[in-house]
């Protein structure tokens, strides 16, 4: 990569991880991107977040020459970028990464992007390898003073190997939070008479495990009926039935599961979505989805604020960990957030 600070070159992707923003991972199913240059790296920043960002600035952290983190956050206030500076910074400790590519998507040709990067650059002065303004589907540095800019590559040979690889790079974060929303009350009343059910048969943690893995396997095979909906939907908001469905929750199947999980949220009625939520927002974790994640955490603790899970999610979110610290044998316990100050 041609660029006026350290770290230059090739850059490997990997597990992606965020803190109170989003982020995606390249890496969730073992796929592994080079991007030789700033053009390819622009073309495939919507397909590391899984969203074409607008009014964002997108943080791509790099330790030695293997990207680490990609993060997005709405672009602050001019007034406030001082707090972003310190959130950048703590991304950059925390995940022990040398270098960093800044880039601020906008086409309001009022917001002052170069005083943003400039004010990034200068606080975070020899990590920063390169700083870019993406406008109009064409991009610039502001480190070179002629300030000629390229159009994006929408026909990148990067974005070609994304779509091959699985990624998906939808229109906006929108279109992303729909695989997250609720239900109508079609099942209101299939899912109190699941739960009635649930009460009367009084089923030990092994029965749930069983019910949970049957209806799992029979929902990855076919569309479930009505009423196998609706108990599959209050068997994902117990304690047991988590477990079970976190049991089955691998690297190679969370994409799948991400599908899964939200074709079950997308037919549950609201009282009774927070657990499906939980449940797709770990499989969008694992899947290296951290925007998806985020917005399920939000919106299950909406409904529920006591959700564990949600919590669970957020903290995750929060100490930027990253996918591939998931073990599915962490679904019989609580789920241990490792301390950034210890080594990794």
């Known amino acids: 990569m041609n660029s006026d600070g350290p770290n230059s070159g090739d850059i490997d992707s990997g597990d992606i ?5 989003d982020s995606g991972d390249p890496g969730a199913a073992g796929h592994r991107m080079r991007i030789g240059d700033r053009g390819d790296l622009v073309a495939a ?9 607008a009014e964002s600035l997108v943080l791509v952290a790099l330790r030695g020459t293997r990207l680490v983190v990609t993060a997005r956050v709405d672009l602050p ?12 910074a703590q991304i950059l400790d925390t995940q022990r990464c040398d270098g960093v590519l800044l880039l ?11 005083y943003l990067l400039a004010r990034l650059a200068q606080a975070l002065a ?24 390229e159009a994006v590559d929408a026909a990148s040979p990067k974005v070609a190997e994304a779509v091959v690889a699985g990624l998906r790079a939808l229109p906006s974060r929108e279109g992303l939070a729909d695989l997250a929303r609720h239900g109508d009350d079609t099942l209101a009343e299939s899912c109190t008479e699941a739960m009635l059910a649930l009460i ?63 074709s079950v949220v997308r037919r549950t009625p609201e009282p009774w979505a927070a ?3 939980a449940l797709l927002g770990m499989a969008a974790w694992v899947s290296g989805d951290g925007a998806l994640q985020l917005i399920c955490a939000e919106r299950a603790l909406a409904i529920d604020e006591t959700e ?13 960990v990253p996918p591939s610290a998931w073990d599915p044998a962490h679904a019989r316990g609580p789920l241990s957030v490792p301390d950034p100050d210890e080594p990794g």
Request: include cysteine.
């Open 17 to 21: 991880d965020s803190g109170d923003i």
């Open 45 to 53: 920043v919507p397909y590391l977040l899984g969203f074409h960002p």
């Open 77 to 88: 206030d001019p007034e406030r970028a001082g707090e972003l500076v310190a959130r950048a």
């Open 104 to 114: 601020a998507f906008s086409d309001d040709e009022d917001y002052p992007v170069g």
């Open 126 to 149: 020899g990590v920063v390898v390169d700083a870019l303004v993406v406008r109009h589907a064409a991009w610039c540095s502001v480190f070179e003073p002629d300030g000629a800019t």
């Open 200 to 262: 009367r048969s009084d089923p030990d943690d092994d029965e749930l495990d069983a019910r949970t893995a049957e209806l799992l396997d029979a929902g990855l095979a076919g569309p479930l009926g009505e009423e196998a909906a609706a108990e599959l939907a209050v068997l994902a908001g117990t304690g047991a039935g988590q477990a079970a469905a976190l049991g089955r929750l691998t690297r190679d199947r969370a994409p799948d599961l991400v599908g899964f999980w939200s």
């Open 275 to 277: 657990g499906p939520l």
């Open 308 to 320: 564990p899970l949600a919590h669970d999610l957020l903290d995750l979110n929060a100490a930027m």
